[in-house]
Structure formats: structure tokens, C-alpha cells
């Protein structure tokens, strides 16, 4: 049986969103890469991560969501992620953030929420706009790719001779 015009049109706009969030997902490598490190560094010793965490009530609606936590006894750093940092995405994440300190992450009661804005794409005004909102802003810098082989790895020599 053939597919229906309307089937067809569906499938490919749902391929076609999903590479909408290829970005997205590259982003969100990077930050969860360094950003145990860097948080390391300004002080705050993480003992552990949470991705994608979703904060629920009992009626299951979701209060708020975000790409990552990184916790201590003391800090619970809630960060989000996007390909492209913008004005209202950090305005969306002080709101997130108010909504934490009313019903904190699981575990984290009584905990400092510092807020994380990590981004592939970061204008600086709006890295401006999210330091003056007191965000740590996470951003592309320096070597931000690496060789994933080893050092003893050979590749295959591709060439134009027979």
C-alpha cells in the first residue's frame, strides 16, 4: 500500500526537524565536556551531573526542564544549552531559575542554583546581556575540537595514484 500524500509530508518534516536540533546536540557535547572542568576551576568542586533533567508535580506537570546540572553539597548549577544564545533565552532561563528556588531539583533543597548559559553561538551583547542577568556564560574557545583516535591511530591514505 502506498503511503498517503499527507504520510509523505509528515515523515519529511519530521526529518527535517530533527536535523533542526544537529546544533543543539553538538552544543550540548561541548558544554557537558568542559563544563565539569570549568566549574572546577571558578570553585565550584562538582561531584556530579544530571542531563536533561525534568522537575515534575504530582498532577505530572512539568514545572521546568533543563540540559544539565552539575551539583555539589553546596551549588546545583543549572544549565541550559542552545545552539545560539539569545536575549529571551536567558530571560526564559531567570525564570527557570525562580521556579528552582520554589521547588528545588530533587535532592538539591537547601542549595546556592547558580545559572549556566552555555552556547555554540554567542553574540556579544547578548553575553553581555546574560552576565548582567549574573549567568556564567559558556562559550566556544581556543580548541574546541579534538582528534577522537589515538595518537597511534593510521589513517587510510586516500589518493589519486592507481
Not at 509523505?8 to 546544533?23: T, Y
Not at 565536556?33 to 522537575?55: I, P, S
Not at 528545588?104 to 542577568?133: C, D, H, M, N, W
Not at 579534538?146 to 595514484?161: C, G, L, M, Q
Request: proline share 5%; charged share 30%; with cysteine.
Amino acid at each position: 500500500m502506498e503511503p498517503t500524500p499527507e504520510k509523505i509530508l509528515h515523515n519529511r518534516d519530521k526529518k527535517i526537524g530533527g536535523l533542526g536540533n544537529v546544533p543543539s546536540l553538538y552544543a550540548g557535547s561541548q558544554a557537558r565536556t568542559r563544563a565539569w572542568e570549568l566549574f572546577q576551576e571558578r570553585g565550584v568542586e562538582v561531584k556530579a551531573t544530571a542531563c536533561r533533567y525534568e522537575h515534575g508535580e504530582a498532577n505530572d506537570e512539568i514545572v521546568y526542564a533543563t540540559d544539565m546540572l552539575l551539583c555539589n553539597t553546596r551549588y546545583t548549577a543549572v544549565t541550559e544549552v542552545t545552539d545560539q544564545l539569545k536575549q529571551d533565552g536567558a530571560d526564559y532561563h531567570a525564570e527557570r531559575l525562580r521556579k528552582c528556588r520554589k521547588v528545588p531539583p530533587t535532592g538539591a533543597e537547601g542549595r546556592i542554583f547558580p545559572g549556566a548559559l552555555a552556547s555554540s553561538i554567542v553574540s556579544s551583547e547578548v553575553e553581555t546581556y546574560a552576565k548582567r542577568r549574573c549567568f556564567f556564560v559558556l562559550k566556544p574557545s581556543g580548541h574546541s575540537v579534538k582528534i577522537a583516535d589515538k595518537k597511534d591511530f593510521s589513517p587510510k591514505e586516500w589518493n589519486t595514484r592507481a
